[in-house]
């Protein structure tokens, strides 16, 4: 199983990005795919995961309302959907995968994409 997370990038204060998860090896339909995020000088932290079912599970309560995810299964692909970015938002993001269930846990995901950058700043 492999991910490749792609669409980081420095955005301003207020302003939007969307990052892509591409997976290869599994199909989304038995797979549960979680984003993780890791600030300066913190522990990676999972942020929001959809399952195998397509529901969604917020893990940081200060997404909601702001961060969507969304999955195209047709391209094995996730999407994460950030709008109204703080600074606080800055973090190295990760996508992972795991079967079916979500889990708030990063030893719960053995597969990993290699992170992207998300800066924002004025």
């Known amino acids: 199983v492999q991910l490749q997370a792609s669409g980081g990038g420095l955005v301003q204060p207020g302003g939007s990005l969307r990052l892509s998860c591409v997976v290869s090896?599994?199909?989304?339909?038995?797979?549960?795919i979680a984003w993780f995020r890791r600030a300066p000088g913190k522990e990676r932290e999972a942020v929001l995961c959809?399952?195998?079912?397509?529901?969604?599970?917020y893990y940081d309560d200060s997404v909601k309302g702001r961060f969507t995810m969304s999955r195209d299964d047709a391209k094995n692909t996730v999407h994460l959907q950030m709008n109204s970015l703080s600074p606080e938002d800055t973090a190295v993001y990760y996508c992972?995968?795991?079967?079916?269930?979500?889990?708030?846990?990063?030893?719960?995901?053995?597969?990993w994409g290699q992170g992207t950058q998300v800066t924002v700043s004025s």
């Open positions: 992972a995968a795991r079967g079916y269930r979500c889990s708030s846990s990063v030893t719960a995901f053995r597969s």
């Open positions: 090896g599994r199909t989304l339909g038995n797979s549960a």
């Open positions: 959809v399952d195998d079912n397509d529901a969604r599970i």
